[in-house]
């Protein structure tokens, strides 16, 4: 299979088609090899516009974001070249690489122990050298190196990441998708002093992410 070819048609077949018009997004996606952060199974679906389940060691099965689902929330968030970046749920790596191409760092936060030694060997392979893999709760975050002026979590969230966005630069953004099924949104948060706002930029959908699920409570 040509992989080159594939990644060039996701580009110009589902890239560009999404409204995804930051040239910087377009590059990084058409340079980062994704097949060699998919499962062997998807190896020939890499670039297809789909949601791709990663298996690590945790009882959960993760997945990747669709390629156009990333890039428009990476697209939505506004990265500057001298921004650092937390992507919380990093996975395979995939994510973080692609980030790593248009910020000036970027921390990836993984909390399956496998999918971090995955994630770490990929960026290495990728020669990724800007990012650094690092293991913890996704919905805690990652204070040692905040804060950061970008946070993108790579999947929903049921509630406002409270956590998290205790972690953003004054004027920093976090992106992500909220709530599940057909009346989930992605959203974008803008922290500005003590203040959280929040505006929706488009349609999306993706499977919750650990942590990040509303919690139940007694009903009598």
Known sequence: MNYQQARQMMVDG??????????????????????????????????????????????????????????????????AEHDMVLDVGCGSGYSTAFIARIAAFVVGLEQDAGLANEAATN???????????????????????????????????????????????????????VGVGGSAKATVYVRSGDTVSSKTVFDASAPILPGFAKSVGFVF
């Open 123 to 177: 960026l290495a392979k990728t020669e990724t050298t800007n990012a650094v893999v690092v293991t913890g709760m996704l919905a805690e975050g990652y204070s040692v190196s905040a804060p950061y002026d970008i946070i993108i979590v790579e999947g929903a969230v049921e509630a406002e990441p409270t956590a998290l966005l205790a972690q953003l630069k004054d004027g920093g953004r976090l992106a992500t998708i």
């Open 14 to 79: 589902q890239i560009r088609p999404s409204s995804i018009t930051d040239p910087r997004v377009t590059a990084a996606l058409g340079a980062l090899p994704r097949e060699e952060f998919v499962p062997a199974s998807w190896k020939s679906r890499a670039y297809a516009d789909a949601s791709v389940p990663l298996q690590g060691e945790g009882p959960e099965i993760r997945h990747m974001l669709t390629p156009t689902t990333l890039a428009k929330l990476v697209q939505a968030a506004e990265i």
